[in-house]
């Protein structure tokens, strides 16, 4: 789905600020009808759980309702009206004064609506929208609901991260001429010194089409006709990590010389891909060093916020690293644009977090039910689940710094059923984007003896905590099983492995000369250990450390307030971790750490390891 963009066929009005805000008031239905009778506002784009000072709206299980009043500018007579809402988390119901116009299930991909019929140039309309945040078996991410004795229906989900709602991304109102372009999609190669891009433009009707490719200057440097074809770039700039360069395809069509619809979209010219244990981009061996991140900041929650934005990227530059992946759930479309033009590369993840009642499980990683099965996570939930992946890949395939897809967080891949549930969503995901990779990111109780799944997939992301969860405080015991770990996962599959989250929680100011967990010496002696584990791997490509920040959670007693794994705290100071993660990473430019890396099997018995606990002890 394109991002809506002003082009010279197009304009663009952006609905965010303040709202009119409500619960949902089940003594009076259908609010939408009337202009909400409430004194609360909110803004947009944020989520609402943490504005109001207000426990009954941060516990609220349902729908809640934002309004305003919108005007259709006077001067787009003729033009198709649409709005677009980048996400509503978890469930949107729209509504043009009176009308439904448009529903959308999963909360971190947009949609839209064609409004023109409702509305008038130069008039004005009520906007409401509805906003559900109920997770259930039917939703990614899953969750339940249940009702306490009192009444009270409260969420429960599988995932330590807080479930924000809301519209924490922008809304917009705008136009497209009748007949316009509909999606375009670019898939780049390199030969030689020659930028190869393979295009394809759809439209809502077969109509002529003029694609033109323009460098960052806006010289233009080829040109095509025809609805698809291959474009060739002489002397080409690649996008490179570090180095980002992007072109522009203006696409357009004609009726006779005339342009009745122009669309621009950047994108970068490089490949991706895997052979044997490496990761290739441009044909050249990347060594991925960053985060795992969240869309998190204090009051606004998910609200998608460009300062932050900013800093944030700052701070991975500062640090030298290279990627992020964007667990657990896909990020707003302005974060994806950034890392383009920046040349920070992105492992982007679904919202499949937390397919795995293991967790329920405790000490022994056995769900009281089994993950996959009719009464659990079914055929519903794998349905939601190829549909979230057709969104965001529908959404962000021509991203060039997306490098990969990861399709699941932590999923029971160790379960039967684990294949049935996800080999299909592999193949659907390979056929809607065959350049590039697939990942997972496995959990302790999934190992390179009993997961089910790694087969299927081109790189294997593994996510441990020993010397967190399991052999806390001992980090020597905590080496030797992790190495004995990895290199059990290289050597059965062939495949690249990463690391895709290591991390020890953190209280800034708490300092100790033991190996004390929470102490700021013991974060940086867990990732020097675990640094040092990788540095001996052949064949391992990549570091994210779990978590860039710290961020808010569900209430639990294993958290004060929010996972404190970050390296920097919530509002982005820097631990002392930070300042050994910018040594360690500065001035690689993706290559991988020096070490004496060996693919020798000198492996500790990984078997009957007690990472069970893992799960148990959050
Ligand atoms: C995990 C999850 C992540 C948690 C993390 C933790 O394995 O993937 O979402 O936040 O552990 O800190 O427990």
């Known amino acids: 789905m394109l991002k809506p963009r002003s082009t010279l066929t197009r304009e663009l009005v952006n ?95 947009p949609f839209e609506a064609d409004i023109t019929e409702h509305v008038a140039p130069g008039g004005e309309f009520r906007l409401t929208v509805g906003v559900n945040n109920e997770l259930t078996t039917a939703t990614i991410p899953p969750g339940g609901i249940t009702v306490s004795q009192d009444g009270r229906r409260q969420q429960t989900y599988l995932h330590d991260f807080y479930n924000y709602a809301g519209l924490a991304r922008s809304v917009w109102l705008y136009s497209k001429p009748d007949r316009h372009i509909t999606d375009i999609t670019i898939a780049t190669g390199i030969l030689g010194r ?54 522009d395809l ?32 441009n044909g050249e061996p990347f060594y991925f060093t960053g985060f795992g991140k969240h869309e998190d900041t204090a009051v606004r ?70 993950t996959f099965s009719p009464e659990t996570f079914n055929h519903e939930t794998q349905a939601a689940h190829a549909q979230h992946l057709r969104e965001v890949i529908a959404r962000d395939k021509n991203h060039p710094s997306v490098v990969m897809w990861s399709i699941a967080n932590e999923p029971a891949s160790n379960e039967d059923g684990a294949r049935e549930f996800f080999e299909p969503l592999v193949q659907l995901a390979r056929k809607l984007d065959p350049t590039r990779p697939l990942t997972y990111a496995a959990v302790m109780f999934a190992t390179f003896q009993n997961d089910k799944i790694a087969d299927l997939f081109d790189v294997l992301s593994i996510n441990r905590y020993y010397g967190w969860y399991v052999f806390t405080g001992d980090l020597a015991t905590a080496e030797q099983y992790l190495e004995g770990d990895l290199r059990g996962w290289v050597k059965t599959f062939g495949k690249p492995v990463m690391m895709s989250e290591y991390g020890a929680d953190t209280m800034p100011g708490q300092h100790s000369i033991w190996d004390l967990p929470w102490s700021e010496e013991y974060q940086q002696s867990f990732l020097d250990m675990n640094h040092r584990v990788f540095d001996r791997i052949e064949g391992f490509v990549g570091e994210h450390v779990w978590n860039f920040a710290d961020f808010q959670t569900s209430n639990g007693i294993h958290r004060v ?45 990984t078997e009957a390891r007690p990472e069970a606990a893992l799960e148990g002890a959050k």
Do not use: C, M
């Not at 198709?80 to 996400?87: E, I, S, T």
């Not at 944030?312 to 383009?340: C, I, K, M």
């Not at 492992?347 to 022994?364: I, P, R, W, Y």
């Open 15 to 109: 609905l965010d600020g303040l709202w009119r805000f409500a619960l949902e008031d089940t003594d009076v239905p259908e609010p939408w009808i009337r202009t909400l009778d409430s004194k609360l506002e909110a803004p947009v784009p944020s989520s609402y759980n943490d504005l109001f000072a207000d426990q009954k709206i941060r516990d609220h299980v349902g729908w809640v309702w934002y309004q305003r009043t919108v005007r259709v500018p006077r001067g787009w007579t003729g033009e198709r009206v649409f709005l677009r809402l980048d996400a509503a988390t978890h469930e949107g119901k729209v509504y043009v004064d009176d009308v439904l116009v448009a529903q959308h299930v999963g909360g971190y991909t």
């Open 194 to 247: 020659t930028g190869v891009a393979d295009y394809s433009i759809a439209a809502s009707q077969e109509t002529r089409v003029r694609v033109r490719v323009l460098d960052a200057t806006g010289r233009e440097v080829t040109s095509a006709e025809g609805s698809q074809g291959t474009l060739s770039i002489e002397d080409v700039s690649l996008w490179r990590p570090g180095a980002a360069y992007l072109y």
């Open 301 to 370: 929650g998910k609200g998608h916020d460009n300062a932050y934005l900013v800093h944030d990227f700052q701070l991975l530059e500062w640090l030298g690293a290279n990627s992020f992946r964007t667990s657990h759930y896909p990020y707003a479309e302005e974060v994806l644009e950034f890392a383009d033009r920046h040349g920070i590369v992105v492992v982007n993840e679904t919202a499949a977090v937390g397919l795995n009642l293991g967790v329920q499980g405790g000490l022994t990683g056995v769900g009281p039910k089994p």
């Open 561 to 605: 307030d929010g996972n404190r794994k970050g390296v920097f705290t919530r509002d982005r100071k820097p631990k002392a971790a930070a300042h050994a993660l910018r040594a360690r990473w500065t001035g690689l430019s993706g290559a991988k750490p020096s070490g004496n890396a060996t693919t020798s099997d000198q492996t500790t018995e």
């Open 250 to 281: 203006v696409a357009e069509l004609l009726e006779g010389e005339d342009v009745i619809d122009s669309y621009t979209e950047h994108f970068g010219v490089r490949t991706v891909e895997v052979r044997g244990t490496q990761f290739l981009i």
